[in-house]
């Protein structure tokens, strides 16, 4: 569509002797242009220069599409040296300047284009700029080794937008934010030094080209004080210098000015490149809430520095910095980017009409705040624009004279001042309203009563580690007394308090977590929750204290998503990065938000015991299956790919059976299949023995070395055939024959819960097809039942249970049950591996009484509620006067009790009787036995 067919708006003349001498000159054009133009001379004395030295361009531009003639006024740069390049792109900006105002004023783009416009130009400037001046040192040969055709990417000089450029968002009078690097990596480290002084010059003639007035005028005022320390540091350094400096003094707000950055001139893949490396400083995988109160600091500094307190006052107010002003949702949105945009790459939108949005779809922002504030922003920004439009002015002060506000009331359109000013001072207000409760800290109030013993607490707590910075002390003195308040409601206060205490002094830091809750006052129930009721869970938590910020993400409470997407998640994560080590840290930090999330579902009810030991053991099933080809690959790189078909990783006893609890380990075997491949293709070969061995090693490792992000799970690969003296790793022709010939029946119980979690799939049905052939052999044989019998006794005289609550070892308890549930599956060859289903092949077969099966499945119930339960609360044995009130209720809770004597009673009725049947299961034949 035209320009004239799109127009909105049209403003008023304020001068009309400026919109005369425009009427005069454009009598040829349609009546809405004229109107158009006279409005626009008749206000800005600015815009009525460039119509008349643009007059021919202008009467052509206007008759077609916009858009065209934006093309056409960035176009043809390349053939330009260096001593031509700076007025051609003055010209262009005269005339990209001309057409944004127009379009701007008459409504036909709105504010995202006509920013955007102004954009364009500053990168196209920038660009063409960079290269010119590049090709200018290269053929001085000031460059080392740099050919004519590096010129295209600036011989490997960037020039990184920032701020408003960085977004697409340049206002009519902007200076443009820039930071400057070159590539170090292209040029041999003694060439380094020269290559950087070559790259000063060209960043210093640059910014004199973009910058320098002249009787063209100037492209865009450029400021290159964002870069690293800019004080001390030239206006161009090595992208390996930013980087150090980032990893070791980078601040909040230069974290902010980096989600706006992008690559706008030079060698654009070598930016992309940098900003990928600072995507850790940037984006912090915790939910950055700390940040908040840098913000806030930061609010208050400029406001101090251009005295810029006090109640709105529209006559010389700062559109930009003061108070209600377009900072505010700025600041507003980047700050909640920075808090959560580590979790959700979906929150990293660059400019802040996109920010908002990203944020209303996630929750962060509800939806009508997020477009007020969209609202509000482009109203803002119109009005800046008029003042800037009025002299070309980088100024975002509102007048000082009243009859100035007149010329802005009607350049935008409006003939009554008072209500132009009054609807602009009511959008300030808004503003503030909407930003100020989300920046400023919270009033200190006061705490419930405590008793002496209570305050004693409490007094200690200045002495932990969370609270030794003045940061720290000064945010937990805000949150303290709404944890107190809600400790004090608690079943048992005291007992709470002492819990809590104990989560406190476990904490390494605390302004992080402190920030979480100032942010966040519903996880402030959660710890109190967990506190109250698991010591175990909140001990785990005062190590892991950035599994919480899983609790803001949205889907925490959501139901279990399965194995296939847990794993989906996992592979995606670890694809994010070609880093072995890093890949390790991202498993442990995702995995334990997963299993954090497990044990609140428990705690809280969500799910019951038995939901749980399948969603840990989904957990591991999931680190497994996406963590094996990572080690494959990293072993791989070095010693060359897999010889033959590949190994499988088959999870053995309880993560065979899916069914873990909180603190398990992981019990796992490894076979693979050389295929008569006798050793490894790569640059360190390996025989196929050996590179098994080593790979299963590597894999090992891989979960159970401690890391800074701690370790994922203890591995025992005691379940290998011939146990600790076996292979860690065997082929499947040796698994086979090991299994027919030579394994203990003990060997051959473990196989019933044999469960391929990671590796090659076909491989993998194979192993699964040995292990019914070897039940199929085996379970016939008469030895079994004495075996199990014998190994039953074993175990119980190696380990008495421990302590009267003990639900896993002893006559009569899990170990007990699963062990005939194995022996059942092992008779019967079945392929079930989970207790329930193996004691019901028990019945089917004959082996077990109905009301026999039916009294070890209800024990076997209570037990791994008990023990799973228990496992929670506490990572040592199950003393129910250390848990707590709490504890025993989520107990008794889980296990259908009503009191901690009758959950007693049922635990000693339900071994007794599950004890019985057992011992008479494993009768032999002639004394009666099934």
Not at 178 to 206: G, H, N, S
Not at 428 to 444: I, N, Q, S
Not at 529 to 555: F, K
Not at 776 to 796: N, S, Y
Request: aromatic fraction near 6%; glycine fraction near 10%; hydrophobic fraction near 45%.
């Amino acid at each position: 569509m035209t320009f004239a067919a799109r127009m909105t708006r049209t403003p008023i003349a304020f001068e009309p002797d400026r919109a005369a001498e425009v009427k005069t000159r454009f009598a040829g054009l349609a009546p809405e242009l004229r109107n158009l133009l006279e409005g626009a001379a008749g206000c800005s004395p600015y815009l009525t220069g460039l119509m008349e030295r643009q007059a021919d361009w202008l009467e052509e531009t206007l008759v077609g599409a916009p858009e065209d003639a934006l093309a056409g006024a960035l176009a043809g740069f390349d053939d330009f040296a260096s001593d031509q390049l700076g007025s051609t792109l003055r010209q262009a900006k005269a005339r990209v300047a001309l057409l944004a105002g127009l379009a701007d004023l008459g409504g036909v783009w709105p504010l995202e284009q006509v920013t955007g416009a102004l954009t364009r130009l500053a990168d196209t400037a920038v660009h063409h700029a960079l290269r010119a001046l590049s090709a200018d040192e290269i053929r001085r040969g000031k460059v080392p080794g740099a050919t004519p055709e590096d010129a295209e990417t600036a011989a490997g000089i960037v020039a990184l937008a920032m701020g408003k450029m960085g977004a697409g968002e340049l206002n009519y009078s902007s200076d443009i934010d820039l930071i400057c690097l070159f590539d170090e990596t292209r040029y041999d480290p003694d060439d380094v030094q020269e290559a950087r002084a070559a790259f000063i010059r060209v960043v210093r003639k640059m910014a004199a080209m973009l910058s320098d007035l002249t009787a063209d005028g100037y492209v865009f005022r450029t400021d290159l004080r964002l870069r690293p320390d800019a004080s001390v540091t030239p206006v161009c350094i090595s992208m390996a210098a930013a980087e150090q400096y980032y990893e070791a003094q980078g601040r909040t707000w230069e974290r902010a000015a980096y989600i706006k950055a992008r690559p706008c001139g030079g060698d654009l893949a070598a930016g992309e490149r940098f900003l990928q490396t600072l995507t850790p400083f940037v984006w912090r995988r915790h939910l950055d809430f700390a940040s908040i109160q840098d913000a806030y600091d930061m609010r208050l500094r400029i406001r101090e520095h251009k005295g810029l307190h006090g109640p709105i006052v529209l006559e010389g107010h700062n559109m930009k910095l003061g108070a209600g002003g377009i900072r505010e949702i700025e600041f507003f949105t980047q700050t909640r980017q920075i808090i959560a945009g580590g979790r959700d790459p979906s929150l990293r939108a660059r400019d802040t009409v996109g920010g908002l949005a990203a944020l209303a779809a996630k929750g962060w922002v509800p939806e009508g705040d997020a477009e007020e504030l969209t609202a509000l922003y482009r109203a803002h920004r119109e009005v800046e624009h008029r003042v800037q439009m009025v002299g070309d002015v980088q100024t975002h002060d509102l007048p000082t004279m009243p009859g100035e506000f007149d010329r802005i009331a009607r350049m935008c359109g409006e003939g009554d001042t008072d209500a132009f000013c009054d609807g602009l001072k009511e959008r300030l207000e808004r503003v503030a309203e909407l930003t100020e409760g989300f920046f400023a800290p919270g009033e200190v109030r006061s705490g419930p009563e405590m008793t002496p013993e209570m305050q004693e607490i409490v007094d200690g707590w200045r002495s932990y580690p969370a609270l030794r910075s003045e940061r720290a002390v000064a945010i937990f003195k805000r949150v303290q007394p709404e944890i107190l308040s809600r400790l004090d409601r608690a079943a048992s206060p005291g007992e709470a308090l002492r819990q809590f205490d104990g989560f406190l002094s476990g904490l390494p830091a605390g302004v992080q977590l402190f920030s979480l809750f100032e942010a966040n006052p519903q996880l402030i129930d959660l710890i109190v929750d967990i506190c109250a009721t698991a010591p175990g869970l909140a001990a785990y938590l005062s190590r892991n204290a950035a599994v919480l910020d899983a609790v803001l993400g949205g889907d925490f409470f959501a139901p279990w998503p399965g194995l296939g997407p847990l794993t989906e998640a996992l592979t995606k994560r670890l694809a994010e990065r070609d880093d072995y080590e890093w890949r390790l840290g991202a498993a442990r930090i995702w995995a334990r938000e997963w299993h954090f999330r497990i044990g609140v579902h428990h705690l809280r009810g969500l799910i019951d015991a038995g939901q749980a030991g399948r969603e840990y053991a989904d957990l591991a099933g999931a680190i497994l299956a996406a963590l094996w080809p990572v080690c494959v690959a990293e072993f791989s790189r070095k010693h060359g790919a897999p010889p033959g078909r590949g190994a499988v990783v088959l999870g053995m006893g309880s993560l065979g059976a899916e069914r873990l609890n909180a603190h398990s380990d992981l019990d796992l075997i490894v076979i693979y299949d050389a295929d008569g491949v006798e050793a490894s293709d790569g640059p360190r070969p390996l025989a196929a023995r050996a590179y098994y061995a080593r790979l299963t090693q590597a894999l090992v490792t891989g979960l159970s070395a401690p890391m800074a992000d701690g370790r994922l799970y203890e591995v025992d690969m005691r379940l290998r055939p011939s146990g600790r003296q076996g292979p860690v790793a065997t082929s499947i022709q040796s698994f086979t024959s090991y299994q027919m010939e030579e394994a203990w029946t003990w060997e051959h119980l473990a196989l019933t819960r044999a469960r391929p979690v990671a590796g090659d799939v076909v491989l993998a049905e194979e192993v699964e097809a040995a292990r019914q052939q070897v039940l199929t052999a085996k379970g016939c044989e008469d030895r079994v039942l004495p075996d199990v019998a014998e190994m039953r006794d074993r175990i119980f005289a190696a380990k008495a249970p421990d302590g009267a609550w003990e639900a896993k070892i002893g006559p009569g308890r899990l170990q007990d049950i699963e062990l005939l549930a194995q022996a059942c599956a092992l008779r019967t060859a079945a392929p079930a591996r989970r207790v329930e289903a193996q004691l019901r092949a028990g019945l089917r077969a004959g082996h077990l009484a109905k009301e026999d099966e039916a009294a070890l499945q209800e024990a076997y119930r209570f037990l791994w509620r008990l023990q799973a339960g228990g496992r929670l609360l506490t990572e040592g044995p199950l003393d129910m006067d250390a848990i707590g009130e709490g504890g025993r209720a989520f107990l008794m809770r889980e296990t259908g009790a009503s009191e901690l004597d009758q959950m007693a009673s049922r635990l000693e009725g339900h071994t007794a009787r599950a004890a019985s049947i057992i011992a008479k299961c494993l009768q032999p034949p002639e004394a009666g036995g099934g």
